[in-house]
C-alpha cells in the first residue's frame, strides 16, 4: 500500500513538472513500456523575426519616394499646382522638379513635422492630397508647356502661324511641317482676338502701343491692331492675365528666333 502512494506521489510529480515546463508526458503502451522519453520543450533562444511585429503581422511599409530633384512628367505637374494651392510654389508649374519645388517640398514638411527631405514620398503627398483640391488643366499649364492640339488644316501649306485656341499653342509650320511650338494667350471677353486666315503686313521689333502705351516686342500684326508679340506680364503672370486682343508669347527666346524667320506676307491662321 505505502508503494501505490508513492507511485501515485511520484507520477502527480511528474506531471506537476511537465505542466511548469510544457513538457509533455507520454502515455504507458498495451506493451507496458513507454513510448517514448519524458520530452521537455525550453523557451526558444531564436532572434524575433525584424519583418514582423509583435502581433505577428508585417510592420507599415517605410515611405517610398515618388518624386524628387530631376524629376519631370504630369506627376510633377500636379505636385507644383498642389503646391501652389497652399502658397508653397510661386513659380511655375514647369513639369520639372528643381531647386524651387525641393524647397518647397522641404518647408512643406517642416511646417507639419515630417522629415524635410525635399524629396515628395508617399506620406507628404497623401498630407498634400487632404489639404488641396484637383488642379484644373490651365492651373496646371499656367505657364505654358501643355501640348498643342493637331494642326488646322489651313495650315497646311505655305508658311504658316498656326494658333490654336483650344490648346492655347502657336505652331510655326512650313509646308505642313511643324518648325517650333510655343504656348500663347489671347484677348479677353470683352477685346478677344479676331479668328481667321490673315497675313503679317507689319513687324515692328521694338513696339509701343499708342493705345494701350504697353510695350509690344517684335509685334507681327496681322489684323488691324492685333499683333503676335512677346509679352513681358505672360512671362510673369501666365494665364492669370490676358490681352487687349492679341496674341501673346512668354517665351522672347524662342520667338526671338521665330521673328527672325517670319515674312511680311506669311499666313496667321487663329482657329479653334
Request: glycine fraction near 10%; proline fraction near 7%.
Amino acid at each position: 500500500m505505502r508503494n501505490t502512494v508513492r507511485s501515485a506521489a511520484v507520477l502527480a510529480s511528474a506531471a506537476a513538472l511537465a505542466a511548469l515546463f510544457g513538457c509533455t508526458v507520454q502515455p504507458v503502451g498495451p506493451d507496458g513500456k513507454r513510448s517514448l522519453p519524458v520530452h521537455v520543450e525550453l523557451p526558444s533562444s531564436r532572434a524575433p523575426d525584424p519583418t514582423r511585429s509583435a502581433a505577428g503581422t508585417p510592420p507599415a511599409s517605410p515611405s517610398r519616394v515618388l518624386f524628387s530633384r530631376g524629376d519631370s512628367g504630369p506627376g510633377v505637374r500636379e505636385l507644383q499646382a498642389r503646391l501652389r494651392q497652399v502658397d508653397w510654389l510661386f513659380d511655375g508649374p514647369t513639369g520639372t522638379y528643381d531647386d524651387l519645388t525641393e524647397r518647397a517640398v522641404s518647408g512643406f514638411q517642416g511646417k507639419r513635422g515630417l522629415p524635410r527631405t525635399g524629396a515628395a514620398d508617399s506620406v507628404t503627398w497623401r498630407r498634400l492630397l487632404a489639404m488641396t483640391r484637383p488642379p484644373g488643366k490651365w492651373e496646371l499649364y499656367l505657364m505654358g508647356g501643355q501640348p498643342a492640339a493637331a494642326p488646322d488644316p489651313r495650315c497646311m501649306t505655305g508658311r504658316v502661324l498656326c494658333i490654336s485656341k483650344t490648346s492655347r499653342t502657336l505652331r510655326w509650320m512650313v509646308d505642313g511641317r511643324t518648325l517650333s511650338t510655343m504656348s500663347v494667350r489671347f484677348g479677353s471677353q470683352y477685346t478677344p482676338t479676331r479668328e481667321g486666315v490673315f497675313r503679317v503686313y507689319w513687324k515692328s521689333r521694338h513696339h509701343v502701343s499708342t493705345l494701350y502705351h504697353s510695350s509690344m516686342p517684335y509685334a507681327m500684326f496681322f489684323s488691324g491692331g492685333q499683333a503676335v508679340h512677346y509679352s513681358y506680364d505672360f512671362a510673369a503672370r501666365g494665364y492669370a492675365g490676358g490681352s487687349h486682343g492679341c496674341v501673346n508669347v512668354r517665351d522672347e527666346t524662342a520667338f526671338a528666333a521665330l521673328f527672325a524667320q517670319v515674312r511680311g506676307g506669311d499666313k496667321v491662321v487663329v482657329s479653334w
